[in-house]
């Protein structure tokens, strides 16, 4: 079990990544809600408070176990919620990199500091050597993230992407 002081904090030069607590569900609910996020990451939008609080609950299972999702909130040092960063398991058996910031947040680089902040981090935790990012073709703005991060563009063309056949970019990202 984690206590309060063994609990996950990582901080970059503007962020705090943390563990979700209770508390955040309002904010989660109503970041989820923008227009990018229901076009690129439909399973990630809660249309109530009540579900953001479900979901909260559900990951936070995941935080002392072997195996994830391992989703972590993305937080301005002054405590204002931005998005999560996130390391979800794939069928394969690997991990896939993840990330939304809400918004009236994106563009000032903060999806880029968090997922650099991240990787070392998760990668050591999970003993991975790379790891991948997948996006829609249409969301240029992933695509720079990743790159701006050190990933590597593996594969453009048509792919599964939330159970569809669509126009995917691959990436790669090597210690």
Sequence with gaps: MN???????????????????????????????????????????????????????????????EEGPFVYPILKKDGTYLGHVQAVPMDDGEYEIGYHIGGSHTGKGYATEAVKGFLPVIMERLGLSEMPGICLKENAASARVMEKAGFVKTYEGPGNYQDAEREICKFVFRK
Excluded at 26 to 53: C, G, I, Q, Y
Aim: charged residues 35%; negative net charge.
């Design 3 to 65: 206590s309060e002081q063994n609990a996950f904090r990582l901080e970059t030069e503007r962020l705090v990544i943390t563990e979700f607590t209770m508390d955040m569900a309002t904010d989660v609910h109503l970041n989820s809600l923008d227009e990018d996020n229901r076009r690129f990451v439909p399973d990630e939008v809660f249309e109530t408070v009540e579900d953001a609080a479900e979901t909260i609950e559900f990951l936070k299972g995941f935080y002392d176990s």
